[in-house]
Structures are given as C-alpha cells and as structure tokens.
Nanobody, 129 residues
Framework: EVQLVESGGGLVQAGGSLRVSCAAS????????IGWFRQAPGKEREGVSC????????YYADSVKGRFTISSDNAKRTVYLQMNSLKPEDTAVYYC??????????????????????WGQGTQVTVSS
C-alpha cells in the first residue's frame, strides 16, 4: 500500500524558514517522481515543486523559485521542501504526491497534479505578517 506522510508544517513569521517532509512507503522510491502542492482557502491547488528520484532533476513554480528547495533522501525514502524567505501568501496546506516517472517525459510535467495517483494528507503552513 502506497503511503505518503507529510510533517513539519507550522506557524512562522514572514521572512522565516520552514522545512516540510514527505515520508514515503509502499513503492519503489527511486522509480517515482514526488511533487509538492499547496492549497490555500478558496483557491485552487497549486504545484510548487517536483523531483525525479531517479536522477534528482527538479522543477519549481515561478512563485517559489529561488526561495524553496526540494531534495530527496532515497535511503530514508523522504522528500524535503526547504522553504526560505516565506511570505504570507505562502500560507496553505502543503501536500506531497507520488507517481511513477515515465520515460520520455520532462520533470516539469510533474508540476501538474493530474500526473499523480497518490497523495498525502497534507500539513498546514501558516506565515504571519
């Protein structure tokens, strides 16, 4: 059974940092892409970043480029999202998602939530002004 468990959310002041984690089980970790998404109240879910665990290639939404860093520890089967210079508009529930990385695709395509079959339960990130 595929399981994704997010952790590390919380309350932080604007300009601060936070790292959220996504612990994965139930699939061959190295064969999968992992994406981070977020959804604020009243807004659509937004792709934040994604990583191809096979080769470590990454992709970021323009809204977080230069501030957020995605990384993967394949031994721990965990993907991290380091968030720096946080802004109030980063406030949202953050979800991780997983799906097998298909050959002949670009990692950028995994910023689309339609690519994913498996989702975690989410972790709340709140940035105060």
């Amino acid at each position: 059974e595929v399981q994704l468990v997010e952790s590390g959310g919380g309350l932080v002041q604007a300009g601060g940092s936070l790292r959220v984690s996504c612990a994965a089980s139930g699939f061959i970790f190295d064969d999968y892409a992992i994406g981070w998404f977020r959804q604020a109240p009243g807004k659509e879910r937004e792709g934040v970043s994604c990583i191809n665990n096979a080769d470590g290639s990454t992709y970021y939404a323009d809204s977080v480029k230069g501030r957020f860093t995605i990384s993967s520890d394949n031994a721990k089967r965990t993907v991290y999202l380091q968030m720096n210079s946080l802004k109030p508009e980063d406030t949202a529930v953050y979800y991780c998602a997983a799906d097998i990385f298909r050959s002949n695709t670009e990692v950028s395509s995994y910023l689309d939530d339609l690519e994913y079959d498996y989702w975690g339960q989410g972790t709340q990130v709140t940035v105060s002004s």
